[in-house]
Nanobody, 126 residues
Framework: VQLQASGGGLVQAGDSLRLSCAAS????????MGWYRQAPGKEREFVAH?????????????YYSDSVKGRFTISRDNVKNTVYLQMNSLKPEDTAVYYC???????????????WGQGTLVTVSS
């Protein structure tokens, strides 16, 4: 699986931004997907997880870090092989390089990530 993230940019505090991550291959729907971020001088941290689709309802469960819960929304489109991160009410502390990730287990554990995308920079000015 190859992952290509896009959508980063420079925004002001309070603005919104949507990141996209396009995946190659026909097995996208079988992978859990996630987003991580890495701020300057800090370690990479988990942001959001969405499970692979399953069952007749095609329901995908989501999970967020406390720092973004209620502001960020992760979603996926298995037809377009794309995962999104809608970021609302952005804060300067959200400034980071954002990475998409794919794996077969819970994406909140970095060692569960099988594939990483390249990063996309989000800068939030105050």
């Amino acid at each position: 699986v190859q992952l290509q993230a896009s959508g980063g940019g420079l925004v002001q505090a309070g603005d919104s931004l949507r990141l996209s991550c396009a995946a190659s291959g026909r097995t996208f729907s079988t992978y859990n997907m996630g987003w991580y971020r890495q701020a300057p001088g800090k370690e990479r941290e988990f942001v959001a997880h969405i499970s692979r689709s399953g069952g007749s309802t095609y329901y995908s469960s989501t999970y967020y870090s406390d720092s973004v819960k209620g502001r960020f929304t992760i979603s996926r489109d298995n037809v377009k092989n794309t995962v999104y991160l809608q970021m609302n009410s952005l804060k300067p502390e959200d400034t980071a390089v954002y990475y998409c990730a794919a794996g077969k287990s819970l994406m909140s554990v970095a060692t569960h990530v099988d594939y990483w995308g390249q990063g996309t920079l989000v800068t939030v000015s105050s």
